[in-house]
């Protein structure tokens, strides 16, 4: 006869089988679901950001692993892009691209690579971003608000379009510049000579059409994506500022990915931005040169880019939180021109 003491230690690892199988199941059905992750912007869909860039990040991904997918959410479809910051920070999407003036309200020194004549090319722009001068930037940036910077993508070179011909800072002289809200965009507006007009990026066509602002500075791709070209006559190639964009992760989802996860993610980001590069250099040719040949716009390529450039200097190099940065910056691009 079986006792029940008997009983139970036959019994109790036959019953358990069937939940350890069922959990052992589970475990691995879990580690082999793919992690999905939302990112935003605020960049048409026909912008070099998109078109050369986020489109193709999901394809990137999953070229490189089963268990990692991204949706991207462009053109402000999720919100402007100061609330996409703060939607990241919060953790309610997981991805995002933003520039150095946004970043800069949070953490003022970044604002520094916004701010002009600071870089003499997108590939100094680049190298700046990525230098152990920034470094210590991007980390504070990181403890502060829990948001990791993956990698920075170029923009393109801002250029100033008018209805009059831009030459010398005097040009400027009360014309009215819309540029970016941002405190830092609205400076390099000032800095330039101009009095800089904080208009909402959809509504800058209209603003231009009406008369409302006297121009706008953007790179050529991105004037050419949004048509200002159609409403304004000079492309004046003034390059004050070379654009970058960040490209930033919340940083407790990042720490929930698995290491091949955070490989597959930073390395397709990192080969996008150099397509993007690529690609906005190769548009920006192309347009300028197609404008010229056909007229859509005035090439005004004899700015006195020196001139804009000092001025900006003396601006900029006192009273700002990265003003030591762009002397140090500009004083070492000054030896470098000079060698």
């Not at 394809?59 to 692993?65: F, G, Q």
């Not at 939607?87 to 309200?105: C, K, N, Y």
């Not at 504070?140 to 070179?157: I, M």
């Not at 906005?280 to 192309?286: A, C, G, M, P, Q």
Request: aromatic share 8%.
């Amino acid at each position: 006869m079986i006792n029940d003491s008997l009983l139970d230690r036959w019994l109790c690892p036959l019953l358990l089988l069937p939940i350890l199988l069922l959990c052992g199941c589970d475990s691995q059905q879990a580690g082999d679901e793919t992690v999905m992750l939302r990112m935003g912007h605020v960049y048409e869909v026909n912008s070099p950001t998109h078109t050369y860039g986020t489109e193709f990040l999901s394809e990137r991904l999953r070229a490189k692993t089963d268990h990692l997918d991204v949706t991207v959410y462009p053109a402000s479809q999720l919100g402007s892009e100061s609330e996409l910051l703060e939607q990241l920070v919060a953790g309610e999407i997981d991805l995002v691209i933003s520039g150095p003036s946004f970043l800069g309200m949070w953490h003022p020194p970044i604002g520094v690579l916004d701010a002009a004549f600071v870089s003499r090319d997108l590939d100094h722009m680049l190298e700046i971003a990525r230098s152990d001068e920034m470094a210590p930037e991007w980390e504070a940036l990181r403890k502060k608000y829990d948001v990791r910077v993956l990698d920075t993508w170029a923009y393109g070179s801002r250029h100033v379009t008018s209805n009059v011909p831009i030459r010398h800072p005097n040009d400027l002289k009360s014309f009215r510049l819309r540029s970016p809200a941002a405190r830092i965009f609205q400076a390099s507006g000032e800095a330039l000579g101009a009095s800089p007009m904080p208009i909402s990026f959809s509504e800058v066509y209209l603003a231009l059409q009406q008369g409302i602002a006297d121009g706008q500075e953007n790179p050529v791709p991105v004037i050419k994506s949004m048509g200002f070209h159609e409403v304004q006559e000079c492309l004046n190639l003034t390059g004050h500022i070379q654009s970058s964009l960040q490209i930033l992760v919340n940083e407790r989802k990042w720490k929930r990915l698995t290491a091949d996860q955070q490989k597959a993610l930073l390395e397709s980001i990192q080969e996008l931005g150099n397509e993007v590069y690529a690609g906005l250099i190769k548009d920006e040719k192309r347009l300028i040169d197609e404008w010229r040949v056909d007229g859509t716009m005035q090439i005004v390529e004899d700015v006195d880019v020196d001139a804009f450039r000092q001025r900006c200097r003396d601006y900029f190099s006192k009273g700002f939180a990265f003003s030591d940065v762009y002397n140090r910056i500009t004083a070492e691009r000054s030896q470098e021109d000079d060698e």
